[in-house]
Nanobody
């Protein structure tokens, strides 16, 4: 069992930046493919970004490509989501997820472990 804890959310203005962090409780995630998803009110959970266990391969949703960067530091057992040039439409609860299989995927059903989420609100 992998328990994930997200942090770093908050209220920011359009154009600002935030960095989300995700760390497990009690277990290493160095061998897991990691992903970030988000869910806005009244909408389905959607894929944001994913990163391979080594950090060598990443994947992004078109809506965040060029603005968001996923990274990981396996020595610190932490995954990050750097979010720049934030827009009001980025407002959502952001979830960290882990999967034991190889290969990046945007399908949330492929991820076995999820955090509780952290709220990101972009508003002027």
């Amino acid at each position: 069992q992998v328990q994930l804890v997200e942090s770093g959310g908050g209220l920011v203005q359009p154009g600002d930046s935030l960095r989300l962090s995700c760390a497990p409780s009690g277990r290493t995630i160095s061998s897991y493919t990691m992903g970030w998803f988000r869910q806005a009110p009244g909408k389905e959970r959607e894929f944001v970004a994913a990163i391979s266990w080594s950090g060598g391969t990443t994947s992004y949703a078109d809506s965040v490509k060029g603005r968001f960067t996923i990274s990981r530091d396996n020595a610190k057992n932490t995954v990050y989501l750097q979010m720049n040039s934030l827009k009001p439409e980025d407002t959502a609860v952001y979830y960290c997820a882990a999967r034991g299989g190889a290969g990046l995927t945007s399908h949330n059903s492929a991820y076995a472990y999820w955090g509780q989420g952290t709220q990101v609100t972009v508003s002027s």
